[in-house]
């Protein structure tokens, strides 16, 4: 794990941190040919360049967010934004379910939407074919 994603779980309080030491174990398994780093000052993993899925500590809550998550099949995250993103949030650890959390993991590898090139499109999102 990277030092700056270690550094950000580890500045978090109580049920937060223990929701990020777990999203980021089963992120980094599941990502693992994935590039990772804190960006915009939240731990994100990204494929070929592109954005994939992160998290952030809210106010209330952990955000989990998908950046091509609308586009995945039979999920209950919520859309995010006004792209292709979703997110999930969680208040405890005990949130998190492991098998629909890898499955969407898996989703995020194969359908991805080009947000590392949205500038050079003009703003408009372009489908990635057979994403990494």
Request: hydrophobic letters at 40%; a positive charge.
């Amino acid at each position: 794990m990277p030092t700056e994603i270690q550094k950000y779980n580890a500045v978090q309080k109580g049920e937060n941190k223990l929701i990020c030491q777990k999203l980021e174990a089963i992120i980094a398994k599941e990502m693992s040919k994935a590039d990772s780093k804190v960006w915009h000052r939240h731990p994100v993993w990204f494929l070929e360049g592109n954005p994939v899925v992160g998290y952030s500590v809210l106010k209330d809550s952990v955000q989990l967010l998908f950046w091509s998550g609308q586009s995945f099949v039979d999920t209950e995250l919520q859309p995010e934004g006004s792209f292709k993103a979703a997110q999930m949030r969680y208040v405890t650890v005990k949130d998190i379910k492991v098998t629909v959390l890898r499955s969407w993991l898996k989703q995020a590898k194969r359908i991805q939407w080009d947000y590392k090139n949205i500038v050079k499109n003009k703003g408009k999102l372009v489908k990635i074919q057979n994403g990494s």
